[in-house]
């Protein structure tokens, strides 16, 4: 199946902060990428819809200039998570729509501790 | 927009025995409905899916029931297994082309009494 890969796997950074995640389809173009968000023992909620060559759609209660998303190929989306305090902290997961198959596949997910 | 619930948070089966887990969505122009298994710090894995022209779906041990009517779909597993033990998240999704987002449940701890 698809592949999709996210890098860091986990990272470490401290208040005050800025963190940039990204978000990679290894094998298929991805002109659709979402951003979730899930703390411990909770559900995936999606914090923005990333298209490429556009703006992102955030969702309600996401602050866009806190959670800055650039998706610039067809390939690649980033999550900058900037002046991260330790409400942050959080497993950051994405997933890449594939038009070939018309599916969405999730990455591995990033791990994000801010101390 | 969408709203998923889900039920029971949280599930013990003795092994060998079927659990169910239910979701019921409240938009009726949703026609896409995943269930995903997801183990502690990894990704979210599609286990099964049904789409809204369609009432049961079966893979294996997995089995998935939609009623459109009532708006509410399930996830049947038979003769569990300890490799079974996982949160299970249902979602809803109105797709066109797959593009557009997931609504999530809010997952189902599920665990396989040896």
Redesign the interface.
Same mark, same amino acid.
């Given at each position: 199946g698809a592949v999709v890969s996210q890098h860091p796997s986990w990272v470490i950074c401290k208040s005050g902060t800025s963190v940039k995640i990204e978000c990679r389809s290894l094998d298929f173009q991805a002109t659709t990428m979402f951003w979730y968000r899930q703390f411990p023992k909770q559900s995936l909620m999606l914090m923005a819809t990333s298209n490429e060559g556009s703006k992102a759609t955030y969702e309600q209660g996401v602050e866009k200039d806190k959670f800055l998303i650039n998706h610039a190929s067809l390939t690649l989306s980033t999550l900058t998570v900037t002046s991260a305090h330790p409400e942050d902290s959080s497993f950051y997961i994405c997933s890449a729509w594939d038009r070939s198959t018309y599916e969405q596949y999730f990455g591995p997910g990033t791990r994000l501790t801010v101390t | 927009g969408e709203n998923v619930e889900q039920h029971p948070s949280t599930l013990s089966v003795q092994e060998g025995d079927s659990a169910v887990i239910k979701c019921t969505y409240s938009d009726s122009a949703s026609n896409y409905f995943p269930w995903y298994k997801q183990e502690l /710090?990894? +990704?979210?894995?599609l286990i099964i899916d049904i789409r809204s022209n369609v009432g049961e779906k079966k893979d294996q041990r997995i089995a998935v029931t939609l009623n459109k009517t009532a708006k509410h779909f399930s996830l049947h597993i038979t003769e569990t297994q300890p490799e079974d033990s996982a949160v299970y %998240?249902c979602a809803a999704r109105w797709?066109n %082309? /797959?593009?557009e987002?997931? @609504? %999530? /449940? @809010? /997952?189902t +701890?599920l665990t396989i009494i040896p």
């Open positions: - | /710090g990894k +990704r979210p894995q %998240f797709s %082309f /797959g593009n987002k997931l @609504t %999530f /449940g @809010t /997952g +701890r």
